[in-house]
């Protein structure tokens, strides 16, 4: 400082205007230094690791370089220089450190805000990170680090323990628990939603209070991102996973099988026992020949033994066509190659009632992806409605405008009559 004062001095420069010309050009000359030692950071150093990252065969490195880990580290050349000149004012050596250490700090927290964001990146290339997220816990710790490094750059700027600051954390610990109260709600779900296995990133889960019907997105501290079916995307807070209900399909998923549960109904005035005419066109059918011959030999030896007078259908053992139909249905899911063989498959009555006679049928597909069951399904059903009049059965519906103008016979009269009624 005094050499440089010296020298404008004799090259006749005031005393008064040399000395502060000597302060510009020590601060032109550090700022000059920090620029060419960032440049060189920057433009080398770091040019050497992202050359040498890129050019090997570990993939966390690169995630490292994406995060721009080293980037930030590389501001931290320009305080430390800063600092250690800082001597040259004696005046503003105190406010100078300080500065450069509270800049040295915040630089750190970036650091690890962008490494903790790299570790996860990282693990989330693993199969386990679907099974048991991170980022909930990589938040709370960014929370935890944030409070830290405020905590040094305030006791750092005022000039005081950081000990001293902890120790008054506890007279705010209500409002902090107030401000922070989703926060840790989320990380108490998070534990549990992980301990339990309650849900996975990639899980089809239902959540109807919430609008959710879709595909886990996402995983977080505080919420749960879910991307239904129409592609909207619904969040959902990480506590009411565990304080509400949801349906989490992964077991179907897993299993290899999805449920088909659907029933058709059959008019109970079309249900009849079967004549010798219809058992012989049911003999015809490919999945009926063996049973109806069966049938038939078990049926006449019953009627035999117990004497039984078969000349009224109602005495004694007959066969009847909605019998006959739900034992085809049976025997076509079971031959069915998209029906899995090895999960339930049955075809039930349930309770008639207005609409008719329900016919359940109960079975699983052998994939769960959605069109391809959706697809199966649909095939499947096609085929029951179309060969139900086969076996002298008719589907149950309401009566439609048509089916009104047909019992009309084309009458006026009649048609008002049948419509009034």
């Known amino acids: 400082m005094e050499f440089i004062t010296k020298l404008l001095e004799e090259i006749g420069v005031n005393a008064e205007l040399a000395g502060y ?50 980037h930030k580290v590389s501001h931290v050349v320009p305080a430390v220089i800063i600092y250690y000149f800082s001597s040259t004012f004696p005046a503003y050596q105190h406010l100078i450190e300080k500065s450069a250490i509270s800049y040295i700090i915040i630089i750190g927290l970036l650091v690890m805000d962008s490494l903790l964001d790299a570790v996860n990146d990282i693990y989330r290339t693993y199969e386990i990170s679907k099974v048991k997220p991170i980022r909930g816990y990589i938040q709370v710790i960014k929370i935890v680090l944030s409070i830290i490094g405020g905590i040094l750059v305030i006791a750092n700027l005022i000039g005081e323990s950081p000990i001293i600051l902890l120790s008054g954390i506890g007279a705010i610990s209500a409002v902090l628990m107030l401000i922070f109260k989703d926060s840790i709600l989320g990380l108490v779900a998070g534990v549990q939603l992980t301990a339990n296995d309650m849900v996975r990133v990639g899980d089809w889960i239902e959540m109807p209070k919430y609008g959710a019907d879709g595909d886990v997105i996402d995983i977080s501290l505080n919420t749960v991102k879910v991307q239904n079916w129409d592609k909207t995307i619904t969040t959902i807070p990480s506590y009411t996973l565990i304080s509400d209900s949801f349906k989490n399909w992964r077991g179907m998923q897993t299993s290899g099988g999805r449920r088909i549960k659907r029933s058709i109904f059959i008019d109970t005035s079309s249900i009849c026992f079967c004549t010798d005419d219809m058992l012989e066109r049911f003999k015809c059918i490919h999945y009926l020949t063996e049973y109806i011959l069966d049938k038939e030999r078990e049926i006449e030896v019953h009627n035999k033994e117990n004497r039984i007078n078969t000349s009224n259908k109602v005495n004694g053992r007959a066969l009847t066509n909605i019998g006959v139909f739900r034992i085809y249905i049976d025997q076509y899911l079971k031959h069915h190659p998209n029906i899995h063989p090895r999960m339930t498959c049955m075809v039930r009555q349930l309770a008639s009632g207005e609409t008719g006679l329900p016919i359940e049928i109960y079975a699983f597909t052998n994939g769960t992806e959605w069109q391809m069951y959706e697809r199966v399904q649909s095939d ?19 009566p439609t405008g048509h089916d009104v103008k047909s019992l009309a016979g084309g009458g006026q009269e009649e048609y008002r009559r049948v419509g009034v009624s």
């Open 21 to 70: 010309l000597s302060y510009g050009i020590k601060v032109l000359g550090i700022a000059v230094l920090c620029v060419l030692a960032n440049f060189v950071t920057k433009k080398v150093f770091l040019a050497i690791i992202s050359h040498v990252i890129s050019n090997n065969k570990y993939q966390w490195d690169d995630i490292l370089l994406e995060r721009k880990v080293f």
């Open 380 to 398: 499947i059903f096609d085929h029951i409605l179309a060969v139900a009049p086969e076996f002298g059965l008719r589907i149950f519906q309401n």
